[in-house]
């Protein structure tokens, strides 16, 4: 019930941007309820996104709330978080936002395991922009700039950041949204940088072009394939969800505080 | 009582970041202006503050704006390609008014250019490197004094007006070593917070100081920062009314304040003949050019902006019928803002793009070339 989480709305920019079917808005739900569940100061978190549809999001919900430039979410977090450690900040961002423009930014966010929890809500295309390929585009699928099927591959999101440091790596879909719920708590209690792909559904951009008929039939897609570990072997277009990865590792705004006790004792 | 030291121009930078309470910053390497960032990331821990070396320029600029929203005085230095790429998000400061001091130390272009030699190539992109209309501070210090004392002012300036602040140096001020009076103290400027509860908070009210209050993240004041067109309550609009009055108040909003933001030097205006209008490296040889021509007996006059942004044009549309020179180490960019004021005729420019500085032989007989034709 949308009650139960209104107060972490700015109700008054409702009805949100999304076309109807969006997976964005079941996003949301289920990144507010983490909030909520996590009992977090509404006046100590920080929602920072890119640009893009799911990047609209910030802007609906009542936090201190920084949407940027495209590409450039994870810089502006790091920023934030270096600069005020206690904050808590989570950062929202498209799939062609965060593994095209800011591919750079995922990588170096990671590798410094800086205390973000990062949510990738990917529905394979650039959405707002009207339907191109992105690199999170299935091979072979179609979008308005790969109108004979995709001929690149797609990004494995998760094994890209987890080579590059992250120490909290998880998947869901907007059907999966409870579970997705759970792996947002689950992120933003691992000290270190996380990642959620939140895989999505785009029926206006992607789905007409792929031979999804309805939104629904985009989420009985994700129902069939999203696999839990050890359930059953993956095959085609299966895709694994819940937590994939969790590891320790320093982290970056922690090892910087030690640095300052360090020097503060005399020590160089 | 002041401390004399012996310091480089971008030591003096840091010197002044940390005299007006820097306490973040991001930067990525690039020639000449590396020592800011070594400097930086020394001095920073040690004061409670935090240096990050990011993986890009563009990473940089938006850290830096990041760290701002949460109050931490925030600084970035870089040159001309790096200059380039800070601009997406240079606009962006401007765009939602968090504070911050960029600095570039020029050097030649375009592209790569050349790393190590000086240059003033970045004058038109320090105004228009960003698209859309905006409002622009930059100041160009010609001596490792000013580097400390306009450091400085960068900040005051970036706080009390709630934008991007410039300091455009060049290769030469950046590397020079001369002595430094540093002052015991020079006046600090904060941004002004709000005075009313969280639940009154306007984020970009039209307030009739132009200037909103600037509330940092985690105090309280819940509030939305988009680059986008927003109203006064920061959640982004297409309605043309409302962007009409945000880009009205942003673009208008340095108006009030020209007095106190244009700031510049003279010599022997009064009889000037000739004005030569310098800024920056530039100006240190033309200083010794006009010395020699007033020994010669040529009636020749110094104007150096020391705010080349916005430039004090009404303060030059008062020598009306003087001849004006502006020799600059670019091909001509400046005294485009010399020539809006009074047209071509009887400005005159000398120009040098080959990274080496323009010489005072060089400008003295320029000078005596414009004065033979002055009746």
């Known amino acids: ?268 | 009582m002041s401390k004399a030291r012996l310091m480089q121009g971008n030591e003096a930078c840091a010197e002044g970041a940390l005299a007006a309470g820097v306490r973040f910053y991001a930067g990525y390497p690039i020639t000449p202006s590396t020592e800011i960032a070594e400097i930086m990331a020394e001095k920073l821990p040690l004061l409670g503050g935090t240096f990050i070396q990011m993986e890009d320029e563009i990473g940089s600029m938006a850290a830096v704006i990041g760290a701002s929203l949460t109050g931490a005085k925030s600084l970035t230095a870089t040159s001309g390609p790096g200059f380039s790429l800070k601009q997406e998000n240079l606009g962006y400061a401007i765009a939602t008014e968090v504070p911050c001091v960029v600095v570039n130390v020029q050097r030649g272009g375009p592209s790569t250019g050349l790393p190590t030699s000086p240059a003033q190539a970045d004058v038109m992109q320090a105004k228009w490197g960003t698209h859309g209309d905006h409002p622009m501070i930059a100041l160009s210090p010609s001596s490792v004094q000013e580097c400390y004392e306009l450091t400085v002012k960068a900040f005051n300036f970036a706080e009390e007006f709630r934008t991007v602040v410039i300091m455009l140096m060049d290769e030469v001020v950046g590397h020079l070593r001369e002595k430094v009076e540093l002052p015991e103290s020079l006046p600090v400027e904060n941004r002004k917070k709000p005075t009313v509860s969280p639940d009154q908070y306007v984020p970009f009210a039209n307030d009739p100081s132009l200037i909103p209050a600037m509330a940092n993240f985690g105090e309280g004041y819940r509030y939305h920062v988009t680059g986008l067109t927003h109203g006064e309550n920061g959640l982004p609009t297409g309605k043309p009314e409302v962007t009409a009055k945000f880009l009205k108040r942003l673009t208008q909003k340095l108006d009030p304040y020209l007095e106190r933001i244009q700031l510049w030097e003279e010599a022997y205006l009064a009889d000037a003949e000739l004005i030569v209008l310098a800024y920056g490296c530039t100006a240190r040889p033309v200083r010794e050019a006009i010395d020699a021509a007033r020994r010669e007996g040529l009636k020749v006059g110094l104007f150096r902006p020391i705010t080349i942004w916005p430039f004090p044009s009404r303060e030059i549309a008062k020598y009306k019928g003087r001849k004006f020179l502006v020799p600059e180490m670019n091909n001509g960019q400046l005294v485009g803002e010399v020539e809006r004021v009074f047209g071509f005729e009887g400005v005159e420019r000398l120009n040098r793009i080959d990274g080496e500085l323009i010489t005072v032989t060089e400008i003295l007989e320029k000078i005596r070339e414009v004065m033979s034709h002055v009746q």
């Open chain 1, 1 to 268: 019930m949308f009650s139960e989480i209104a107060e972490y709305f700015r109700t008054e920019t409702l009805p949100h941007m999304w076309c109807p079917g969006c997976g964005n808005g079941t996003i949301t739900a289920a990144l507010v309820r983490a909030i909520k569940t996590l009992r977090l100061d509404q006046n100590k978190v920080v929602i920072v996104s890119g640009i893009g549809c799911s990047s609209r999001m910030p802007g609906y919900l009542d936090f201190n709330t920084l949407h940027t430039t495209h590409g450039r979410a994870l810089a502006f977090a790091t920023g934030i978080k270096a600069a005020k450690p206690e904050l808590d900040v989570f950062v929202v961002m498209g799939d062609g936002d965060s593994s095209a423009i800011g591919g750079n930014h995922l990588i170096h966010a990671a590798r410094r395991n800086i205390d973000l929890t990062a949510i990738i809500i990917n529905n394979n295309i650039y959405g707002m922009t009207g339907g191109q390929s992105s690199p999170m585009t299935p091979h072979d699928k179609r979008a308005t700039t790969s109108p004979y099927g995709n001929l690149e591959r797609p990004f494995q999101l998760l094994d890209l950041v987890q080579a590059a440091g992250a120490t909290y790596g998880a998947r869901a879909t907007a059907y999966h949204n409870q579970l997705l719920s759970k792996l947002i708590i689950d992120a933003y209690n691992n000290p270190g940088f996380s990642l959620i792909e939140a895989i999505s559904q785009c029926p206006v951009s992607y789905g007409r072009r792929n031979k999804f008929k309805t939104p629904a039939d985009m989420l009985l897609w994700q129902k069939e394939h999203g696999v839990t570990a050890g359930r059953r072997a993956l095959k085609d277009e299966d895709f694994l969800i819940g937590e994939v990865f969790n590891k320790e590792a320093p982290e970056y705004t922690q090892e910087y505080e030690k640095l300052r006790q360090r020097l503060k004792g005399g020590e160089r």
